[in-house]
Structure formats: structure tokens, C-alpha cells
């Protein structure tokens, strides 16, 4: 079974930058596609970011691109959301997820593991 723990959350001003990291435990990640999806309060839980195994695919939803980044470490276990410019509609808590296929997805029940989340605010 494996574990995801996200750190990196907090509170940061509009056009700031924060660096959410997921690390995973229990096996290795190597051959799961990772994601990052976030929930605001009263929303449903949406996709930001996802990578294939091997890190060379990228998929990012509308709301993300240009402005985050998503990459992985196999050999320590870790996928990383680097985000920019940060807007007030970024708060969300903020969830690292696994997925037991090569590629990404935008679909969340195509998930197998998930975090319990970092909470990201943005003030304007």
C-alpha cells in the first residue's frame, strides 16, 4: 500500500510562489503516474497536475498552465508542484495522488492513493 504525505502548504500573497512536495512510502512510485488536484471549500475536488512514470509527459488543467510546474524524483520516491503567480482562487487544500498506470490523468477516480492534503491560502 502506499502512502502520501504533502508538505510545502501555506500562506502566501497574491503573485507569490509556493513549492508543495509529495512524498510517498510503502513501495516504490516509480511505474505510477502521479497528480496533484485541489479542493476549495464547498467545491468539488478538481485536477491541476499529473505526470507519467518516467516524468517525461506533463498534463496540466487550464487554471495551471503557464503558472505551475510538476516533476518527479524516482530515486527518492517524491513529485514536487512548483507554482507561480499565485491567484486568491488557488486556496484550496491541495492533494498528491498515485496512480497505478504509466500515464496521467485529469480523472480522479482513476486514482489509487492519495494524501491527506496541505492547505494553500492566498490573500489578495
Not at 479542493?39 to 507519467?52: D, L, S
Not at 505551475?68 to 513529485?79: G, L, Y
Not at 477516480?109 to 490573500?123: E, K, M, P
Request: proline content about 2%.
Amino acid at each position: 500500500q502506499v502512502q502520501l504525505v504533502e508538505s510545502g502548504g501555506g500562506l502566501v500573497q497574491a503573485g507569490g510562489s509556493l513549492r508543495l512536495s509529495c512524498v510517498a512510502s510503502g513501495r516504490t512510485v516509480s511505474t505510477y503516474a502521479m497528480g496533484w488536484f485541489r479542493q476549495a471549500p464547498g467545491k468539488e475536488r478538481e485536477f491541476v497536475a499529473a505526470i507519467n512514470w518516467s516524468g517525461a509527459r506533463t498534463y496540466y488543467a487550464d487554471s495551471a498552465k503557464g503558472r505551475f510546474t510538476i516533476s518527479r524524483d524516482n530515486a527518492k520516491n517524491t513529485v514536487d508542484l512548483q507554482m507561480n503567480s499565485l491567484k486568491p482562487e488557488d486556496t484550496a487544500v491541495y492533494y498528491c495522488s498515485a496512480k497505478r498506470e504509466y500515464s496521467g490523468s485529469a480523472y480522479r477516480h482513476s486514482y489509487d492513493n492519495w494524501g491527506q492534503g496541505t492547505q494553500v491560502t492566498v490573500s489578495s
